[in-house]
Nanobody, 123 residues
């Protein structure tokens, strides 16, 4: 069982930055690939980024590529999402998720999910 708790959301002006954190419980964090997803009001939850269990490989949805960076610190059981050059269309609840396995996963088939953190970008 893995419990995930996101933090770092908030209100920021367009062009600003935020760093989201996702703290995981358990002793096997390094065996999980981690993903970031978001859900805007009235829209379905969408994939944002994924990072493999070692932190050496990442993958991003096209709309955030070059602006967002996923990273992880396995010693701290934490995964991060650095978000730069934020746009109003990035406004959403952001979720982290964990999936057992050694690859990068872009679908919604993750095993564990956090409760989400709100990111609001004003224009």
């Amino acid at each position: 069982q893995v419990q995930l708790v996101e933090s770092g959301g908030g209100l920021v002006q367009a062009g600003g930055s935020l760093r989201l954190s996702c703290a995981a419980s358990g002793r096997t964090f390094s065996s999980y690939a981690m993903g970031w997803f978001r859900q805007a009001p009235g829209k379905e939850r969408e994939f944002v980024a994924s990072i493999d269990r070692s932190g050496t490989s990442t993958y991003y949805v096209g709309s955030v590529k070059g602006r967002f960076t996923a990273s992880r610190d396995n010693a701290k059981n934490t995964v991060y999402l650095q978000m730069n050059s934020l746009k109003p269309e990035d406004t959403a609840v952001y979720y982290c998720a964990a999936k057992s396995g050694g690859g990068i996963y872009v679908g919604q088939t993750y095993d564990y999910w956090g409760q989400g953190t709100q990111v609001t970008v004003s224009s």
